[in-house]
């Protein structure tokens, strides 16, 4: 089974960007969906953006990610991405990594990165 770690949170003002990182160990990111998922205090985790696909061509993001962040995928370096940029106080949550086996059908998740948008 695979492994995952995210990195790459912290304080950041509104308007500014910021880039997670997700490390997998254990298995190949090729053998899953992967995605990003976000959780604000008092809320219940949401979808932030999904790729998928052997090319990695099939991606969706939540309407408020659209325009404004980026997930993509280093398979050499088994690592999920999420770019974020013009962050909005209401982009602040916990952000998790997701991986789902392609053919198991079963999740696996990460710690979770803190992310904080403030002035």
């Known amino acids: 089974q695979v492994q995952l770690v995210e990195s790459g949170g912290g304080l950041v003002q509104p308007g500014g960007s910021l880039r997670l990182s997700c490390v997998a160990s254990g298995d190949s990111i090729r053998l899953y969906a992967m995605a990003w998922y976000r959780q604000a205090p008092g809320k219940q985790r949401e979808s932030v953006a999904i790729i998928s696909g052997g090319s990695r061509d099939n991606i969706n993001y939540s309407d408020s990610a659209k325009g404004r962040f980026t997930i993509s995928t280093d398979s050499a370096k088994n690592t999920l991405y999420l770019q974020m940029n013009t962050l909005e106080p209401e982009d602040t949550a916990v952000y998790f990594c997701?991986?789902?086996?392609?053919?198991?059908?079963?999740?696996?998740w990460g710690q979770g990165t803190q992310v904080i948008v403030s002035s």
């Open positions: 997701n991986a789902k086996h392609l053919w198991t059908n079963l999740n696996y």
